[in-house]
């Protein structure tokens, strides 16, 4: 399959959250992806065993080099932690960034820099769409978030993106 | 770090501000707009969190990357 362009630069919450799921995976049809420095750490003390196959997923553990006074001025408004902070810096510095967060506050700020940004069942539902994985598999996995993952969902919620997954492919 | 910001207020609610800063119920205007700003963040992570997932699964679904 064609890779897409788009570099995805990946908070720890969704590392985590595939790999509960063993579906970190799904993040290889991405052009390159890229594991902050600091996020990178914060997977290494939640959850190491994400970080085994990190090479055969070709992740990419980088430090920004390039620090945005946006990011900076962005940081306190929105509380964000060091390693969506990192994350956040990198998006900035390539400019075909796709930033993979779970988390709220991040997002928000990376509306605010204009860096597209999605997160845990975004990359699972896309799998559907890249055919990485079968309507059933992916529903599959989505009833498995409540009971095989840290993600927190709204059960009702969740019932309605399954009920959406199962009515829209 | 902080960020200067120029904005519109109405005239009515900038004086109830400015009359709970004279009261001394918060220290100045910069901490009052912090304040109001962080709350109405705080008060909207739930329903944001929960609109950033319908557009996950828009995406997922039928967008482009």
Known sequence: MEKTKAIVIADAGPIIHLDE???????????????PETVWHEVQHHRPQALHHAADLAFVRQSA?????????????????????????????????LLITDDTAARLAAKSLGVAAHGTLGI????????????????ELLCAIPTQTTLHIRASLLAEVIGKVEKNT | MTTRV???????????????????????????I???????????????????????????????D
């Not at chain 1, 945005?68 to 075909?96: M, R, W």
């Not at chain 1, 699972?124 to 529903?139: D, F, G, N, P």
């Not at chain 2, 609610?13 to 918060?26: C, D, E």
């Open chain 2, 6 to 32: 120029e904005t519109k207020i109405p005239d009515q609610l900038w004086q109830q501000a400015q009359n709970m800063v004279q009261q001394g119920r918060i220290n100045n205007m910069d901490a009052l």
């Open chain 1, 65 to 97: 080099l390039d620090f945005s006074p946006q990011v900076d001025a962005l940081t306190p408004i929105y509380t964000l932690h060091a390693g969506e902070q990192e994350a956040l810096h990198l998006c900035v510095e390539f400019k075909n960034s």
């Open chain 2, 34 to 64: 912090a304040e109001a700003i962080r709350r109405y963040v705080e008060s909207h992570q739930q329903i944001l969190s929960e609109r950033f997932i319908q557009e996950d699964i828009e995406w997922g679904l039928h967008g482009e």
């Open chain 1, 124 to 139: 699972l539902v896309r799998a559907i769409r890249e055919q990485t994985r079968s309507k059933s598999e992916v529903l």
């Open chain 1, 21 to 35: 799921l063993n579906s970190l995976n799904l993040l290889t049809g991405f052009d390159k992806i890229i594991i």
